[in-house]
């Protein structure tokens, strides 16, 4: 009987459409949670650490028992608890006396289906028997982005449409995303990337240098790519004069949009591209990016290095993922998982680091900024490292 992949593949685009939803509706919100329920703005900053937290959980549960459940059972149940936490966000903060406790509860569903989509849609990617999966991978991955885009797009036609009073409405639309996919997953061909009671011990993993190495460059993707993510609208402010709210859609719109631009590049031709030096080209390009929003006096230059970061960052997830699996085919899920934690511990870690250095330095982003160029050069160095280790076990 022929097997549709290209369903599975489909089911997994959703996946990380799903995520980016998740990912970036609710901040969308933020103001509104404020103005509404008189949540102090302190409070309010936490929904993300719930999200991230939550996410991290999941990666570690992930790494232990998800091979013992089931990848259809815990990519299905992904959906499920995406759909429900989006509901839930609309529906709870109404039904408690203390409103943010329904926030809160939703966003941890959601983060929950969220920590799952992340761990789980690349090794079933990666399970199919596709050729060229590193530009599959790339392509897969680009749809967070284009998911990030829409719903920041869509969201703001909505509110100005029909009013942001409206956005519960608009939270049960967003969740028929889920919803829908869960009947893609439940009937597509899911297969898994090695044979049961095959997969590497976790301790086994642990004493392999190569997985550090893949570890060292997901905390360096995650811290790449979030720094400067999350200072985007801040840029857009400085540059153009916009508007707080504009900034904040403008700013993250065009870091998303290069960014997937840069994984739909390779995704077409990566074939023909040595995913390695590419990695390392865009490492570079990153650190540039880095250097002229630090050191640059010019707001347009600042705005032109934020704007092609997210060109430059586009690869580093993916391509880190598709470097590590093939060299450790045996690494199974646990390998996703942990690669997993590790780019949201960078994600968290990073714009972090950068907000610190700000502060120590007088609320001066520049000097955040140049600190955030940190991770790109330890990426470029551990590349560099990687592929001359590859050679060198080519040689032998």
Same mark, same amino acid.
């Given at each position: 009987?022929?097997?549709?992949?290209?369903?599975?593949?489909?089911?997994?685009?959703?996946?990380?459409?799903?995520?980016?939803?998740?990912?970036?509706?609710? #901040?969308?919100?933020?103001?509104?949670?404020?103005?509404?329920?008189?949540?102090?703005?302190?409070?309010?900053?936490?929904?993300?650490?719930?999200?991230?937290?939550?996410?991290?959980?999941?990666?570690?549960?992930?790494?232990?028992?998800?091979?013992?459940?089931?990848?259809?059972? %815990?990519?299905?149940?992904?959906?499920?608890?995406?759909?429900?936490?989006?509901?839930?966000?609309?529906?709870?903060?109404?039904?408690?006396?203390?409103?943010?406790?329904?926030?809160?509860?939703?966003?941890?569903?959601?983060?929950?289906?969220?920590?799952?989509?992340?761990?789980?849609?690349?090794?079933?990617?990666?399970?199919?028997? $596709?050729?060229?999966?590193?530009?599959?991978?790339? *392509?897969?991955?680009?749809?967070?982005?284009?998911?990030?885009?829409?719903?920041?797009?869509?969201?703001?036609?909505?509110?100005?449409?029909?009013?942001?009073?409206?956005?519960?409405?608009?939270?049960?639309?967003?969740?028929?995303? #889920?919803?829908?996919?869960?009947?893609?997953?439940?009937?597509?061909?899911?297969?898994? =990337?090695?044979?049961?009671?095959?997969?590497? #011990?976790?301790?086994?993993?642990?004493?392999?240098?190569? $997985?550090?190495?893949?570890?060292?460059?997901?905390?360096?993707?995650?811290?790449?790519?979030?720094?400067?993510?999350?200072?985007?609208?801040?840029?857009?402010?400085?540059?153009?004069?916009?508007?707080?709210?504009?900034?904040? =859609?403008?700013?993250?719109?065009?870091?998303?949009?290069?960014?997937?631009?840069?994984?739909?590049?390779?995704?077409?031709?990566?074939?023909?591209?040595?995913?390695?030096?590419?990695?390392?080209?865009? %490492?570079? *390009?990153?650190?540039?990016?880095?250097?002229?929003?630090?050191?640059?006096? %010019?707001?347009?230059?600042?705005? @032109?290095?934020?704007?092609?970061?997210?060109?430059?960052?586009?690869?580093?997830?993916?391509?880190?993922? %598709?470097?590590?699996?093939?060299?450790?085919?045996?690494?199974?899920?646990?390998?996703?998982?942990?690669?997993?934690?590790?780019?949201?511990?960078?994600?968290?870690?990073?714009?972090? =680091?950068?907000?610190?250095?700000?502060?120590?330095?007088?609320?001066?982003?520049?000097?955040?900024?140049?600190?955030?160029? @940190?991770?790109? *050069?330890?990426? @470029?160095?551990?590349?560099?490292? *990687?592929?001359?280790?590859?050679?060198?076990?080519?040689?032998?």
């Amino acid at each position: 009987m022929h097997k549709d992949y290209r369903k599975t593949l489909k089911a997994c685009y959703l996946g990380f459409i799903t995520q980016a939803i998740v990912a970036n509706f609710a #901040p969308l919100l933020f103001l509104k949670f404020h103005t509404d329920y008189g949540i102090p703005l302190g409070t309010v900053a936490l929904i993300s650490t719930a999200f991230y937290f939550t996410q991290l959980v999941v990666d570690v549960f992930c790494a232990k028992f998800v091979d013992k459940i089931g990848y259809r059972t %815990s990519i299905v149940l992904s959906e499920v608890a995406s759909c429900l936490g989006l509901v839930g966000l609309a529906i709870l903060p109404d039904l408690f006396p203390d409103p943010f406790t329904g926030i809160i509860i939703s966003v941890i569903v959601y983060a929950i289906g969220s920590g799952l989509i992340e761990v789980l849609c690349s090794p079933i990617v990666e399970a199919c028997p $596709f050729d060229n999966k590193e530009s599959v991978m790339s *392509l897969l991955h680009s749809f967070y982005c284009w998911g990030s885009v829409g719903v920041i797009l869509f969201s703001s036609l909505f509110f100005t449409v029909f009013g942001i009073s409206s956005w519960r409405i608009l939270s049960c639309i967003w969740a028929l995303v #889920p919803l829908y996919n869960v009947f893609n997953f439940a009937t597509c061909p899911i297969e898994h =990337l090695t044979e049961e009671g095959k997969s590497m #011990p976790i301790r086994q993993l642990f004493r392999t240098p190569l $997985f550090w190495v893949s570890i060292l460059l997901m905390i360096c993707a995650g811290a790449s790519e979030l720094s400067m993510a999350q200072w985007a609208s801040a840029y857009t402010e400085a540059a153009l004069g916009f508007s707080k709210s504009v900034g904040d =859609l403008v700013g993250p719109c065009l870091f998303a949009v290069t960014m997937g631009i840069s994984r739909v590049i390779y995704g077409n031709y990566g074939s023909r591209i040595n995913l390695n030096r590419y990695m390392i080209g865009s %490492s570079i *390009l990153c650190l540039c990016c880095y250097l002229l929003a630090s050191l640059s006096s %010019s707001p347009v230059l600042g705005l @032109i290095g934020c704007i092609f970061c997210g060109f430059s960052v586009g690869i580093m997830w993916p391509g880190t993922i %598709s470097i590590t699996s093939p060299r450790l085919p045996e690494g199974g899920t646990a390998l996703f998982a942990f690669l997993a934690m590790a780019g949201d511990l960078g994600g968290s870690f990073g714009p972090s =680091l950068v907000g610190a250095v700000t502060q120590q330095a007088g609320n001066r982003l520049q000097a955040g900024m140049l600190t955030g160029s @940190i991770f790109p *050069l330890v990426m @470029i160095v551990s590349l560099i490292l *990687l592929g001359r280790y590859a050679e060198k076990k080519t040689s032998v």
